[in-house]
């Protein structure tokens, strides 16, 4: 393929190495919806079709009828996904939604939908969907913090002071979940304790 198509190999190798600093691997990137990431890497598919396409022009009718109506065919199918896709995006809780549905097993997704959920002032929806990104990722310090302060919010102090310790003891160095758990302690009457994290 170098040999007889020198373009479309360039674009291929173009999108992979475009793709691996964003690919998730071998290491997590900490990016949820990478649609974004894919803008660079496009453009080494769009020099593979274009030189595949270019060699198609070359061949013999019945081939470049076929590829054209092939090609077509894929056109329409992406250019649907994609107007689908646009309506997910009209807000955040759209997005997120969708996200949540699309992608279940999403710890940060849930995370996201649970601090619109609680911004919105929807608590049972807001501390299923913290519950359930700790579920998902229980070595994550967010989840446990945001249900922290939920639960704070909601009068549940004795349950947020559980949350935050353990938000602090998976992250000793977050100065907020520190401040908060110090707080609730004073609150609770554990003054000592709290001074020393304070």
Same mark, same amino acid.
């Not at 110090?182 to 009457?189: D, F, I, K, M, P």
């Given at each position: 393929?170098?040999?007889?198509?020198?373009?479309?190999?360039?674009?291929?190798?173009?999108?992979?190495?475009?793709?691996?600093?964003?690919?998730?691997?071998?290491?997590?990137?900490?990016?949820?919806?990478?649609?974004?990431?894919?803008?660079?890497?496009?453009?080494?598919?769009?020099?593979?079709?274009?030189? !595949?396409?270019? %060699?198609? *022009?070359? /061949?013999?009718?019945?081939? @470049?009828? +076929?590829?054209?109506?092939? $090609? =077509? #065919? &894929?056109?329409?199918?992406?250019?649907?996904?994609?107007?689908?896709?646009?309506?997910?995006?009209?807000?955040?809780?759209?997005?997120?939604?969708?996200?949540?549905?699309?992608?279940?097993?999403?710890?940060?997704?849930?995370?996201?939908?649970?601090?619109?959920?609680?911004?919105?002032?929807r608590i049972?929806?807001?501390? !299923?969907?913290? %519950?359930? *990104?700790? /579920?998902?990722?229980?070595? @994550?310090? +967010?989840?446990?913090?945001? $249900? =922290? #302060? &939920?639960?704070?919010?909601?009068?549940?102090?004795?349950?947020?002071?559980?949350?935050?310790?353990?938000?602090?003891?998976?992250?000793?160095?977050?100065?907020?979940?520190?401040?908060n758990l110090?707080?609730?302690?004073?609150?609770?009457?554990?003054?000592?304790?709290?001074?020393?994290?304070?």
């Open positions: 393929c170098r040999r007889a198509l020198p373009l479309a190999t360039m674009g291929v190798a173009l999108f992979f190495v475009a793709l691996a600093p964003v690919s998730n691997f071998p290491f997590g990137i900490g990016v949820m919806m990478a649609e974004r990431l894919l803008y660079l890497p496009s453009l080494g598919f769009c020099l593979a079709a274009g030189a !595949a396409v270019t %060699r198609l *022009s070359i /061949a013999a009718r019945r081939v @470049r009828i +076929g590829a054209m109506a092939i $090609l =077509a #065919t &894929l056109l329409i199918l992406f250019a649907s996904r994609s107007v689908v896709r646009t309506y997910d995006w009209f807000d955040q809780f759209t997005l997120f939604e969708a996200t949540v549905r699309t992608s279940p097993q999403s710890a940060l997704a849930h995370v996201n939908l649970g601090a619109l959920y609680q911004a919105a002032g049972p929806e807001a501390e !299923a969907a913290y %519950r359930r *990104s700790m /579920a998902i990722a229980p070595d @994550r310090p +967010g989840p446990h913090y945001n $249900l =922290a #302060t &939920l639960m704070e919010g909601s009068g549940r102090r004795v349950e947020a002071i559980a949350l935050y310790r353990e938000a602090a003891r998976i992250d000793p160095e977050d100065f907020k979940t520190l401040n110090g707080r609730a302690l004073v609150a609770e009457g554990m003054a000592g304790e709290a001074v020393a994290l304070l």
